[in-house]
């Protein structure tokens, strides 16, 4: 039995087709979780739209975890209060 040592510009070349590779993968895993959240999105887009009003809840939702978050306060036209309560079918 010898023992071959390869050129290290073998070695080199090796590498970055090894290293070519893992980043293939890694784009290929990166597009499949972009394709999963676009789906997702859609889904969440056609069940928003058929429900009226459900988009201001959400955003007020969204509203509320912002300020819970940064330990703010969030004031609202008085509009947007009975609007809110109209959709939610709450009286005031």
């Known amino acids: ?11 080199r070349a090796m590498a970055k087709q090894a ?7 890694a784009k290929v ?10 789906v997702k999105l859609a889904e ?3 069940t928003l739209s058929k429900t009226p009003g459900v988009l201001h809840l959400r955003t007020l939702q969204a509203m509320a975890e912002m300020a819970t978050e940064k330990n703010s306060t ?10 809110v309560s109209e959709v939610t079918g709450n009286s005031q």
């Open 74 to 83: 969030i004031l609202f036209p008085y509009e947007l209060a009975s609007l």
């Open 19 to 25: 290293e070519a590779e893992r980043e293939r993968r």
């Open 44 to 46: 969440t887009a056609d």
């Open 29 to 38: 895993i990166h597009a499949g979780g972009e394709l999963q959240a676009s």
């Open 1 to 11: 039995m010898k023992n071959i040592d390869r050129p290290a510009e073998m070695q």
